[in-house]
Antibody
Framework: EVQLVESGGGLVQPGRSLRLSCAGS????????MHWVRQAPGKGLEWVSG????????GYADSVKGRFTISRDNAKNSLYLQMNSLRAEDTALYYC?????????????????WGQGTLVTVSS | QSVLTQPPSVSAAPGQKVTISCSGS????????VSWYQQLPGTAPKLLIY???KRPSGIPDRFSGSKSGTSATLGITGLQTGDEADYYC???????????FGGGTKLTVL
Protein backbone atom coordinates (compact mmCIF):
# COMPACT_ATOMS: atom_id res chain seq x y z
CA GLU A 1 0.00 0.00 0.00
CA VAL A 2 1.35 3.41 -1.02
CA GLN A 3 1.83 5.74 1.93
CA LEU A 4 2.99 9.33 1.98
CA VAL A 5 3.50 10.91 5.39
CA GLU A 6 4.25 14.62 5.66
CA SER A 7 5.81 16.38 8.63
CA GLY A 8 7.38 19.70 9.53
CA GLY A 9 4.39 22.03 9.40
CA GLY A 10 3.58 24.53 12.11
CA LEU A 11 3.15 28.18 13.02
CA VAL A 12 5.88 30.48 11.73
CA GLN A 13 6.31 34.24 11.57
CA PRO A 14 6.37 36.09 8.24
CA GLY A 15 9.85 36.18 6.74
CA ARG A 16 11.00 33.04 8.55
CA SER A 17 11.76 29.58 7.14
CA LEU A 18 10.32 26.09 7.46
CA ARG A 19 11.30 22.71 6.02
CA LEU A 20 8.68 20.12 5.16
CA SER A 21 9.46 16.42 4.83
CA CYS A 22 7.58 13.54 3.25
CA ALA A 23 8.33 9.86 3.78
CA GLY A 24 7.18 7.52 1.05
CA SER A 25 6.60 3.79 1.33
CA UNK A 26 4.82 0.98 -0.46
CA UNK A 27 6.32 1.80 -3.86
CA UNK A 28 9.73 2.14 -5.51
CA UNK A 29 10.34 5.77 -4.57
CA UNK A 30 13.10 6.48 -7.10
CA UNK A 31 10.95 5.32 -10.03
CA UNK A 32 8.58 8.27 -9.78
CA UNK A 33 8.47 12.04 -9.89
CA MET A 34 7.09 13.75 -6.79
CA HIS A 35 5.25 17.01 -6.07
CA TRP A 36 4.06 19.38 -3.41
CA VAL A 37 0.50 20.70 -3.81
CA ARG A 38 -1.07 23.09 -1.33
CA GLN A 39 -4.57 24.10 -0.34
CA ALA A 40 -5.26 27.33 1.51
CA PRO A 41 -8.08 27.16 4.09
CA GLY A 42 -11.41 26.90 2.28
CA LYS A 43 -9.74 27.23 -1.12
CA GLY A 44 -8.83 25.02 -4.07
CA LEU A 45 -5.70 23.10 -5.01
CA GLU A 46 -2.52 24.86 -6.09
CA TRP A 47 0.52 23.06 -7.50
CA VAL A 48 3.67 24.27 -5.74
CA SER A 49 6.60 22.28 -7.10
CA GLY A 50 7.64 19.04 -8.77
CA UNK A 51 10.85 17.05 -9.17
CA UNK A 52 11.85 14.26 -11.54
CA UNK A 53 12.82 10.82 -10.29
CA UNK A 54 16.52 11.71 -10.37
CA UNK A 55 16.24 15.41 -9.42
CA UNK A 56 17.52 16.39 -12.86
CA UNK A 57 14.49 18.54 -13.59
CA UNK A 58 12.57 20.67 -11.13
CA GLY A 59 9.71 23.11 -11.52
CA TYR A 60 7.99 25.71 -9.37
CA ALA A 61 4.84 27.79 -9.39
CA ASP A 62 5.56 31.48 -9.95
CA SER A 63 4.13 32.25 -6.51
CA VAL A 64 6.99 30.39 -4.77
CA LYS A 65 9.84 30.61 -7.28
CA GLY A 66 13.00 31.95 -5.66
CA ARG A 67 11.70 31.28 -2.13
CA PHE A 68 10.97 27.53 -2.05
CA THR A 69 13.33 24.67 -2.90
CA ILE A 70 12.21 21.11 -3.55
CA SER A 71 14.60 18.22 -3.09
CA ARG A 72 14.56 14.46 -2.67
CA ASP A 73 16.74 11.79 -1.14
CA ASN A 74 16.01 8.51 -2.91
CA ALA A 75 18.17 6.57 -0.48
CA LYS A 76 15.83 7.68 2.30
CA ASN A 77 12.61 7.53 0.24
CA SER A 78 12.03 11.13 1.19
CA LEU A 79 10.86 14.38 -0.38
CA TYR A 80 11.52 17.82 1.07
CA LEU A 81 10.35 21.40 0.65
CA GLN A 82 12.54 24.18 2.02
CA MET A 83 10.38 27.28 2.40
CA ASN A 84 12.12 30.62 2.94
CA SER A 85 10.81 34.18 3.24
CA LEU A 86 7.38 32.88 4.17
CA ARG A 87 4.35 35.11 3.66
CA ALA A 88 0.83 35.07 5.06
CA GLU A 89 -0.44 33.87 1.68
CA ASP A 90 1.67 30.71 2.03
CA THR A 91 -0.66 29.56 4.81
CA ALA A 92 -2.07 26.24 3.61
CA LEU A 93 -2.23 22.50 3.99
CA TYR A 94 0.74 21.12 2.06
CA TYR A 95 0.28 17.75 0.39
CA CYS A 96 3.07 15.44 -0.70
CA UNK A 97 1.92 13.86 -3.95
CA UNK A 98 3.23 10.96 -6.02
CA UNK A 99 3.33 11.38 -9.79
CA UNK A 100 2.10 8.49 -11.93
CA UNK A 101 5.20 8.78 -14.12
CA UNK A 102 8.90 9.45 -13.97
CA UNK A 103 9.03 13.06 -15.17
CA UNK A 104 7.17 15.75 -13.21
CA UNK A 105 6.29 17.70 -16.37
CA UNK A 106 4.97 14.75 -18.34
CA UNK A 107 1.67 15.94 -19.72
CA UNK A 108 0.45 12.39 -20.05
CA UNK A 109 0.50 11.71 -16.36
CA UNK A 110 -1.28 12.72 -13.17
CA UNK A 111 -1.12 12.72 -9.37
CA UNK A 112 -2.03 9.23 -8.28
CA UNK A 113 -1.43 9.21 -4.51
CA TRP A 114 -1.71 12.00 -1.95
CA GLY A 115 -0.54 12.24 1.66
CA GLN A 116 -2.79 13.61 4.39
CA GLY A 117 -1.00 16.95 4.41
CA THR A 118 0.87 19.10 6.91
CA LEU A 119 -0.48 22.50 7.91
CA VAL A 120 1.69 25.59 7.56
CA THR A 121 0.44 28.77 9.21
CA VAL A 122 2.33 32.01 8.59
CA SER A 123 1.33 34.65 11.10
CA SER A 124 2.85 37.07 13.55
CA GLN B 1 -8.52 33.09 -10.61
CA SER B 2 -7.92 29.51 -11.77
CA VAL B 3 -6.56 28.70 -15.22
CA LEU B 4 -9.22 26.00 -15.58
CA THR B 5 -12.86 26.98 -15.08
CA GLN B 6 -15.33 24.79 -13.20
CA PRO B 7 -18.82 25.59 -11.91
CA PRO B 8 -18.66 26.34 -8.16
CA SER B 9 -21.45 23.91 -7.36
CA VAL B 10 -23.78 21.29 -8.81
CA SER B 11 -26.56 19.28 -7.21
CA ALA B 12 -28.82 16.37 -8.01
CA ALA B 13 -30.98 13.80 -6.26
CA PRO B 14 -29.80 10.35 -5.21
CA GLY B 15 -29.80 7.92 -8.12
CA GLN B 16 -29.62 10.68 -10.70
CA LYS B 17 -26.76 11.68 -12.98
CA VAL B 18 -24.63 14.82 -12.84
CA THR B 19 -21.91 16.28 -15.03
CA ILE B 20 -19.15 18.68 -14.03
CA SER B 21 -17.44 20.74 -16.71
CA CYS B 22 -13.86 21.97 -16.86
CA SER B 23 -12.93 24.58 -19.43
CA GLY B 24 -9.42 25.56 -20.45
CA SER B 25 -7.40 26.49 -23.50
CA UNK B 26 -5.18 25.02 -26.19
CA UNK B 27 -2.13 25.30 -23.93
CA UNK B 28 -3.62 23.05 -21.28
CA UNK B 29 -6.71 20.89 -21.88
CA UNK B 30 -6.52 21.26 -25.64
CA UNK B 31 -3.18 19.48 -25.90
CA UNK B 32 -2.74 17.52 -22.68
CA UNK B 33 -4.48 14.79 -20.73
CA VAL B 34 -6.99 15.74 -18.04
CA SER B 35 -7.35 14.10 -14.65
CA TRP B 36 -10.07 14.44 -12.03
CA TYR B 37 -9.80 14.32 -8.24
CA GLN B 38 -12.39 13.77 -5.54
CA GLN B 39 -11.94 15.42 -2.15
CA LEU B 40 -14.35 14.16 0.49
CA PRO B 41 -14.88 16.51 3.45
CA GLY B 42 -11.81 16.67 5.68
CA THR B 43 -9.73 14.30 3.57
CA ALA B 44 -6.97 14.47 0.97
CA PRO B 45 -7.80 14.48 -2.75
CA LYS B 46 -8.07 11.11 -4.47
CA LEU B 47 -7.49 10.31 -8.15
CA LEU B 48 -10.78 9.51 -9.91
CA ILE B 49 -10.01 9.76 -13.64
CA TYR B 50 -6.72 10.02 -15.54
CA UNK B 51 -5.77 10.39 -19.21
CA UNK B 52 -9.20 11.97 -19.85
CA UNK B 53 -11.29 8.85 -19.36
CA LYS B 54 -9.42 6.08 -17.53
CA ARG B 55 -10.36 4.91 -14.06
CA PRO B 56 -7.77 3.72 -11.52
CA SER B 57 -8.44 0.34 -10.03
CA GLY B 58 -11.10 0.53 -7.35
CA ILE B 59 -12.98 3.46 -8.86
CA PRO B 60 -16.52 2.36 -9.80
CA ASP B 61 -17.73 2.72 -13.39
CA ARG B 62 -20.35 5.21 -12.15
CA PHE B 63 -17.55 7.74 -12.68
CA SER B 64 -16.57 8.63 -16.23
CA GLY B 65 -14.53 11.27 -17.99
CA SER B 66 -14.46 12.76 -21.45
CA LYS B 67 -12.68 15.53 -23.33
CA SER B 68 -13.55 17.55 -26.39
CA GLY B 69 -11.35 20.36 -27.66
CA THR B 70 -10.49 22.62 -24.75
CA SER B 71 -13.11 21.26 -22.35
CA ALA B 72 -13.42 18.17 -20.22
CA THR B 73 -16.35 16.65 -18.38
CA LEU B 74 -16.71 14.40 -15.35
CA GLY B 75 -19.89 12.34 -15.22
CA ILE B 76 -21.30 10.59 -12.17
CA THR B 77 -24.30 8.28 -12.46
CA GLY B 78 -26.36 6.58 -9.76
CA LEU B 79 -25.56 9.38 -7.31
CA GLN B 80 -25.08 8.40 -3.68
CA THR B 81 -24.90 10.60 -0.60
CA GLY B 82 -21.33 9.39 -0.20
CA ASP B 83 -20.45 11.17 -3.47
CA GLU B 84 -20.88 14.55 -1.79
CA ALA B 85 -17.43 16.10 -2.19
CA ASP B 86 -15.37 18.71 -3.99
CA TYR B 87 -14.23 17.68 -7.46
CA TYR B 88 -11.18 19.14 -9.21
CA CYS B 89 -9.91 18.85 -12.76
CA UNK B 90 -6.19 19.15 -13.44
CA UNK B 91 -3.76 19.13 -16.33
CA UNK B 92 -0.33 20.31 -17.46
CA UNK B 93 -0.12 23.76 -19.01
CA UNK B 94 2.50 23.68 -21.76
CA UNK B 95 2.78 27.48 -22.04
CA UNK B 96 3.07 28.22 -18.32
CA UNK B 97 5.08 25.02 -17.64
CA UNK B 98 3.08 24.35 -14.49
CA UNK B 99 0.37 21.97 -13.38
CA UNK B 100 -3.00 23.71 -13.16
CA PHE B 101 -6.26 22.87 -11.44
CA GLY B 102 -9.81 24.07 -11.75
CA GLY B 103 -11.27 26.02 -8.86
CA GLY B 104 -13.25 22.98 -7.72
CA THR B 105 -16.92 22.03 -7.85
CA LYS B 106 -18.92 21.18 -4.75
CA LEU B 107 -21.35 18.34 -5.41
CA THR B 108 -24.47 18.20 -3.25
CA VAL B 109 -26.66 15.10 -3.36
CA LEU B 110 -30.05 16.37 -2.28
Amino acid sequence: EVQLVESGGGLVQPGRSLRLSCAGSGFTFDDYAMHWVRQAPGKGLEWVSGVNWNSARIGYADSVKGRFTISRDNAKNSLYLQMNSLRAEDTALYYCVKHKGTYYDSSGSCFDYWGQGTLVTVSS
Amino acid sequence: QSVLTQPPSVSAAPGQKVTISCSGSSSNIGNNYVSWYQQLPGTAPKLLIYENNKRPSGIPDRFSGSKSGTSATLGITGLQTGDEADYYCGTWDSSLSVWVFGGGTKLTVL
